[in-house]
């Protein structure tokens, strides 16, 4: 990675920081870099991929998700085209409009549209996943902390002794008030 290029502007610091706090690793190959792309792997993996995700952002203004050639999309944002009109063999006009993806020119953007959009759709939405690619479902964790008496016993007596200490402090300070 080259964290020169990163810490020349003050928007590139900012996207390295994040990736710092996010784990986020770039993993562009020289070849890559030639052709203004970068590539990203995530700390996350899906729970039906065996690797890593990785996502990419495109000199063409393209950010993609880069998970194989058979799963290989957009992840810019989506946009109606204007509409076109053909003409059929009657002599009547037909109108139809296509969507098409929104490209982000500027690489800076590119970046931090790429930062906000793993946040929301791999950190947030596949928050349940850790680092081995388990997915572990809330009813699933909630009957194995019942499974696991002595630690939830734990916790409830440092609460309670929280609470007393909590009592005690505040008779002691009514008394002294």
Known sequence: MNRAKY?????YEKVLHNMDLLGIMDVTTTR????GTIVWKLPIKYS????FIE?????TGYVRN??????NYQLNKRCESEPEYYQLANGDYRKYTTRTCKLIPNEKDR???LITYCLKNYYIKLANQVINGDYVSKWEHEYQLERQPTQVN???NLENKLATIERIANDRNKWNG
């Open 111 to 113: 970046l931090e549209y």
């Open 7 to 11: 810490n020349s502007d003050t928007r």
């Open 55 to 59: 996502v990419a952002s495109f000199k």
């Open 48 to 51: 039906t991929h065996p690797r």
């Open 32 to 35: 890559q870099h030639k052709n």
């Open 66 to 71: 880069q998970n194989g050639g058979y799963t």
């Open 154 to 156: 734990k916790i409830k």
